[in-house]
């Protein structure tokens, strides 16, 4: 299973289920709409966020999927790392892998440059660089820890790359030579590690359990003195009153545009919340088309089953009344009939519970059935019109037709 949460809030946003073992690694591609995760049930799965759906799944290696890594300069292009030796790139636009290559030892982390060409994996105590373009090919490898490297990743825009073993170290490479210019040490067996984008800090996650967050010494050389900001004890607003003149070339400012609540939490994959707020009193009376604009969004996305469901009795019989009330509407008719269905799907098993609940129910069986009489007249009272205008039109041939037969008997005998 994988969790997507949102950071500030802490709330979950979504759930993935599809992988039968422990999940080892999960990725945002570059467009940040598909997520991508490897298990130990040997399978490498591409998810779509807002369908909350399994898109592809891959099951070509022959051991757990400890790592994965994607390309920032494609959008389809993934590598994944297993304890089988291999490391094998995917293109999610095709159904099986497009190359494989054998590091030679369970492969604990893989990365890939930006460019998307060039990949590297550990395992063992080797880093080995691989040229994808060409197939495949290895250009080198690096040697320089004594027991198992699990973990890598780049620092200084690209320019360095840092390892971390199980014998206590972190090795810092210059990516032009792959030779080691400095090395840090620390107490416990390395099992993760990350790098602030500015290379401010580094945090290493060890096998004792304990997290070390190092921050880097800042550059005397470089350092700036921040002056002290003087005290201000007043506050004046210029420009308020003043009036431009004739031909002064004004330039208005413009204001930050407000997102309305339900587009916010839309934003935030809160699909309930978004309808809950689009069924508010004021939103469902004044603007119901904004309420049904908030229905044909959920379908759309594939979440409106997740956010009719779970509801009490005060939600659900605030959305039964407006389903009632815009059933008739026309412009709303066909989105009111789909919701209406998915309501009762779901809740038909509720029914008898709450006699609330029932007599909404029953009043909307009420106006449908209406409806489908209103639908039976009309559609008599079409057929008696077609019939009328079929007659008519007979009438008019017939009528037609005799006087040109007039016309022609008149022509004969003058001639």
Known sequence: MVKMFDVAGRSLLRVFKGHVGP???????????????????????????????????YSEHQDYVKTAAVSKASKDIVIS?????????????????????DHGDPVENVLMFPGGGIFLSAGGNTIKVWDALAGGKLLTQISNHHKTITTMCF?????????????RHVKIYDISTYQVVHTLDYPAPILSMGVAGDDSLIAVGMADGLLSIQHRK???????????KKAVYGYAIKGKTYVPAKGDHVIEHKRKEQLAKYDKYFKRFEHTKALDSALDIRVRMKTPEVT?????????????????????????????????????????????????????????????????????????????????????LLLEVMGTMDTVFAASTQSELLNESEVNSDLLARSTEDT
Do not use: C
């Open 23 to 57: 999940v080892h690694v999960t990725k945002f591609m570059p467009d940040n709409l598909h997520i991508v995760s490897g298990s130990d049930d040997k399978s490498v799965k591409l998810w779509d966020i807002p369908r909350e759906d399994e898109l592809i799944s």
């Open 81 to 101: 790392g297993s304890y089988d030796h291999t490391i094998k790139l995917y293109d999610i636009r095709t159904p099986t892998s497009i190359l494989t290559v």
């Open 155 to 167: 620092g200084s825009n690209y320019r360095r790359l840092l390892s971390g073993s199980l014998d």
């Open 218 to 228: 800042p550059d005397e050389s470089t350092a700036v003195v921040k002056r002290k």
């Open 292 to 376: 049904v604009s908030v229905l044909q969004e959920l379908i759309r996305r594939g979440g409106i089953k997740a956010a009719l469901a779970g509801r009490d009795d005060k939600s659900l019989s605030t959305l039964l009344k407006f389903l009632q009330k815009n059933l008739s509407n026309p412009k709303y008719m066909v989105t009111i009939i789909d919701v209406s269905n998915m309501v009762l799907d779901i809740y038909s098993q509720h029914i008898g519970q709450s006699s609330v609940i029932d007599d909404l129910f029953i009043q909307l069986k009420e106006i449908v059935d209406q409806e489908a009489s209103y639908m039976k």
